[in-house]
Structure formats: structure tokens, C-alpha cells
């Protein structure tokens, strides 16, 4: 398990032209693992692990701004983190998404 850090600063997570359409990415930050996605409406990040089973949620399918798990197929909304379909009913966590100097970085929502 991840040692949760108490500062709040974006921290960065992979090179903005690195990160491709449609495609999770796994990151690990000083708060725990994210997936970021690009979408065709944005870049966003959630806790890399589906609230249903502990799996990591970056070896999953996009569609859209929702992010499918592989294990069971519960999908998850990007922008929000909550849960869409069964089997998972618990939201995952959404994080606040950077892109400065062509380098993407995250940070815990307040």
C-alpha cells in the first residue's frame, strides 16, 4: 500500500504527447496509483482500482468519457468517478488533472 503524502502539488505522471487517445495509463503517485485517460473531451485521472474487485482499472476499455473495468465490466465515469453499472456501486476516486510545459500531472480533488 501506498504512503498517502499530505501535499496537494500536481505531480507528474507521463509527457503529454505520450498519453494516447482512448488509452488508460498507469502512474504511480505519492498518493497511490492512477489511471489517466485521454478522451475526446479532455484528459482525466481515477484511483487505478475498481471499487467492485482490486483490479487496475488502466488495463481497461474507453468508451467515451467512461472507463470500463476488464475483470467484471463495471464502467465508471471519468469526469465524476461514479459508478455506472453493477456489478461495482461504489464511485472510484476522480483527481484533478494538469497540463502545463507538455507534461500531464495530478493531484488529490480538495
Keep these: 500500500m501506498t504512503k498517502r503524502s499530505t501535499d496537494t502539488a500536481p505531480f507528474p505522471v507521463c509527457p503529454d504527447d505520450e498519453l494516447v487517445l482512448n488509452e488508460p495509463r498507469a502512474a504511480e503517485t505519492p498518493w497511490g496509483p492512477v489511471a489517466v ?28 468519457d467512461t472507463l470500463e473495468c476488464p475483470a467484471h465490466f463495471s464502467r465508471f465515469c471519468l469526469r465524476t468517478g461514479d459508478a455506472l453499472t453493477l456489478p461495482a456501486a461504489e464511485p472510484v476516486d476522480t483527481w484533478t488533472v494538469t497540463v502545463l510545459d507538455g507534461v500531464i500531472s ?5
Design 106 to 110: 495530478v493531484a488529490p480533488r480538495p
Design 37 to 64: 485517460v485521454r478522451t475526446g473531451t479532455g484528459v482525466y485521472a481515477v484511483t487505478d482500482r475498481c471499487s467492485h474487485a482490486d483490479v487496475e482499472l488502466s488495463d481497461g476499455f474507453v468508451e467515451g
